[in-house]
């Protein structure tokens, strides 16, 4: 089963404004992940905050961790048409060093 | 500037047709994960090796599905034999993981299968 769960699922927006994308998982974890995939593409990794971290910055994104809510954040600040892909979270399998992905939110970023 | 590569890019087969992929992680990588991708169930984890062991492959169909790595800058899998089911965008990633931590993966360009 998925352990992170993005929502929402589509997000469409204009160039400029800021895109927030949420994660929810089930178990505890030790860190977590957020990955793009651009169409047709590899997924790539964008920023890992850990457990004990409750924010994280990267360029214009920031990434928040509630731990006692289980969920997680993805902010993109000044969206651009580039910035139009699928968004996951990742999350440690449990007892695997392996990651279950959730189902993704696709961002389009209108010019 | 390392990367994963994956060959080939696109496949199209006939049902019952072995297919084989092929994946060269990146250097100095300890960890090899094999994901499927398809727009019903998202992105599956099939397998992963360590340091060339097979670690899991719960997620892989048993009985047409293998996963190995001859060495360390080849993992393959393989399908045989092939069904339209199997149609999906199957990815390659490498990462070096270490003791208690978990670190990014570094995913290949995909494979696109297209079984008729």
């Known amino acids: 089963s998925q352990q992170g769960e993005e929502d929402p699922q589509a997000l469409s927006i204009q160039e400029g404004e800021n895109a927030t994308m949420n994660c929810s998982y089930k178990?505890?974890?030790?860190?977590l992940q957020w990955y793009r995939q651009n169409s047709g593409r590899g997924l790539v990794h964008l920023i890992l905050?850990?457990?004990?971290?409750r924010e994280k910055h990267s360029g214009r994104l920031r990434v928040t961790l509630d731990t006692s809510k289980k969920s997680s954040s993805l902010l993109i600040t000044a969206s651009r048409a580039a910035d139009t892909a699928s968004y996951f979270c990742a999350t440690p399998r449990t007892g695997r060093r392996a990651l279950t992905f959730g189902s993704g939110t696709r961002l389009q970023v209108q010019p | 500037d390392a990367r994963v590569t994956q060959t080939p890019r696109d496949k199209v087969t006939e049902m019952g047709q072995e297919v084989t992929m092929r994946c060269q992680p990146i250097?100095?990588?300890?960890?090899v994960f094999w994901y499927r991708q398809t727009m019903k169930q998202g992105l599956e984890l099939l397998a992963y090796?360590?340091?060339?062991?097979?670690?899991?492959d719960s997620g892989m169909p048993k009985d047409r599905f293998s996963a190995e790595m001859p060495d360390a800058t080849l993992a393959t899998l393989k399908i045989q034999p092939s069904e339209p089911r199997d149609s999906a965008v199957y990815f390659c990633?490498?990462?070096?993981?270490?003791?208690?931590?978990?670190?990014?993966?570094?995913f290949g360009p995909g494979t696109r299968l297209t079984v008729l």
């Open positions: 905050i850990r457990s004990n971290e």
């Open positions: 178990t505890s974890i030790n860190n």
């Open positions: 250097l100095g990588h300890n960890t």
């Open positions: 090796f360590r340091n060339r062991a097979p670690l899991d």
């Open positions: 990633a490498s990462g070096l993981v270490l003791a208690g931590d978990y670190n990014e993966q570094f």
